[in-house]
C-alpha cells in the first residue's frame, strides 16, 4: 500500500523532445511520421473552456516531444463532450495505438475508455487527473493537495494583509466529478479550517462549480454575494473560477477590496493579479508535467521499461497503488509573476497589453 507522494522537484526533471501535422475538426492533432520501432501514442485532452492550458500549452509541449524523438501520436481534444471523448478512444484503439494517454472528462467515461483499451493491449496513462478506479498503468500529475495548501495559504496571506477582523470567506470549489477538485479543497480546507475553528475567519458559502464552468461559476457567486454582503475572500479552485467572481465584484465594486486566489498562471489570472483584483494563482509548470508524460509513453511506446514513475498514489476507490509522476507547483503572487515570464510560460506580449503595460513595468516585466 501508500507509504508517501513522492515528489519530482520541477527544476531539470526531464529532456524535452515531442508529433505530427494537425487534421481534424475535433482539435485533432495527429500525425503519419515516426519511427517504425516504436509503436503509436493517442493523447485525448479534456477541453477548450475550463481553462486555457488545454488549448494554448498542454497539445503543443506533447506534440514537441513526440516529434523530436520521431514517435507518431496522435493528440485530440474531446471538447468537453463525453460522447466524443469515447469516440475519439474508440479510433485510437482501433487504429492500433500502443498507449493511449487520457485527461477524462469523469471518472465513469475515463474508465470505460481505459477498460477498453486495457482488454486491447494498450497501455494506459492518466494524465493531469487521475481516474477513480480506474485502473490506468501510471499517472502523471501534480502534487495537487499541495495545490490547494497553496492557495489557502495565499488567502490568509492576503486577508492577513488586509487586517479584516473575521472576515467571511466564500468557497468556489472545481467540479465534483473531478478528483482533481477533491484533493485542491482538501489541501485548501486543511489551511482554513483552523482559522474557521478558533474564529479567526468566518466560513461562508461553499460551493462546487459543474465542470469547471466559468459562466455557472459568476452566477454561483452572484447567489452568494447577494445572500451574503460581508464575504471578504474568494477560494476559487482554479483562474477561471476567479475571474468569474473578480467580474461579479467588478460590477459591485468590490473588486480589489475582497481577495481571490486561482490556479493555472493563466494570463488572464496574471493580468487580474498585476490589476490587484487577484491574490495569487499557483503556476504547474504544464511543460515539464507534459515531458513526463511524453517520456512515459514514448518509454512504453518502444517497448521499454520507464524509469521516471519512481512514486505512487492510492487510488481512494480501488485501493489500488498507481506508479506515478507527481510534480511540484509554485504559488504565483505579484511579487513574483515575473518567475512565470522567465520560465517561458507566459511571453510579455502575451501579458503586458494595453491597460496591463504600466502595471508590468512595475513588477519589473519588461
Do not use: H
Amino acid at each position: 500500500m501508500r507509504t508517501g507522494l513522492f515528489v519530482l522537484a520541477a527544476a531539470g526533471l526531464l529532456a524535452t523532445g515531442s508529433v505530427a501535422a494537425c487534421g481534424g475538426d475535433s482539435g485533432s492533432d495527429s500525425g503519419s511520421s515516426g519511427s517504425s520501432s516504436a509503436g503509436k501514442v493517442g493523447v485525448i485532452l479534456p477541453d477548450t473552456k475550463t481553462s486555457a492550458r488545454w488549448a494554448t500549452a498542454d497539445a503543443r509541449f506533447l506534440k514537441e516531444v513526440f516529434e523530436n524523438a520521431g514517435v507518431e501520436a496522435d493528440i485530440q481534444n474531446a471538447q468537453g463532450d463525453k460522447t466524443q471523448f469515447q469516440t475519439i478512444a474508440e479510433g485510437m484503439i482501433s487504429s492500433g495505438v500502443k498507449v493511449l494517454m487520457i485527461v477524462n472528462l469523469d471518472s465513469g467515461t475515463g474508465k470505460a475508455v481505459l477498460n477498453q483499451a486495457r482488454n486491447a493491449g494498450i497501455y494506459t496513462i492518466d494524465y493531469d487527473r487521475l481516474t477513480l478506479n480506474g485502473g490506468a498503468d501510471y499517472y502523471v500529475s501534480f502534487d495537487n493537495v499541495k495545490v490547494g495548501e497553496l492557495q489557502g495559504q495565499g488567502l490568509v496571506d492576503c486577508l492577513t494583509a488586509k487586517n479584516y477582523t473575521k472576515p467571511v470567506v466564500a468557497e468556489l470549489n472545481g467540479a465534483p466529478t473531478d478528483n482533481n477538485a477533491t484533493l485542491f479543497k482538501q489541501g485548501y480546507d486543511s489551511v482554513l479550517a483552523p482559522k474557521y475553528a478558533r474564529g479567526t475567519f468566518d466560513k461562508g458559502p461553499d460551493q462546487s462549480v459543474p465542470d469547471w464552468d466559468n459562466a455557472q461559476a459568476g452566477t454561483i457567486f452572484e447567489q452568494m454575494l447577494t445572500l451574503n454582503k460581508n464575504i471578504k475572500g474568494v477560494l476559487a479552485a482554479n483562474d477561471g473560477l476567479g475571474n468569474a467572481a473578480i467580474a461579479v465584484l467588478k460590477k459591485n465594486k468590490l473588486n480589489g477590496q475582497v481577495p481571490v486566489t486561482g490556479q493555472d498562471a493563466t494570463v488572464q489570472g496574471l493580468q487580474n493579479i498585476l490589476a490587484g483584483d487577484q491574490c495569487m494563482t499557483v503556476y504547474k509548470a504544464i511543460k515539464k508535467e507534459s515531458d513526463a508524460a511524453a517520456e512515459l509513453a514514448i518509454a512504453l511506446a518502444k517497448g521499454q521499461q520507464p524509469t521516471t514513475a519512481t512514486g505512487t498514489v492510492t487510488d481512494p476507490q480501488s485501493g489500488e497503488d498507481v506508479p506515478s509522476v507527481l510534480l511540484t507547483p509554485v504559488s504565483i503572487t505579484k511579487d513574483n509573476v515575473k518567475d512565470v515570464i522567465a520560465d517561458g510560460f507566459v511571453t510579455p506580449e502575451e501579458l503586458c497589453t494595453g491597460e496591463f503595460a504600466k502595471a508590468c513595468t512595475d513588477a519589473g516585466i519588461s
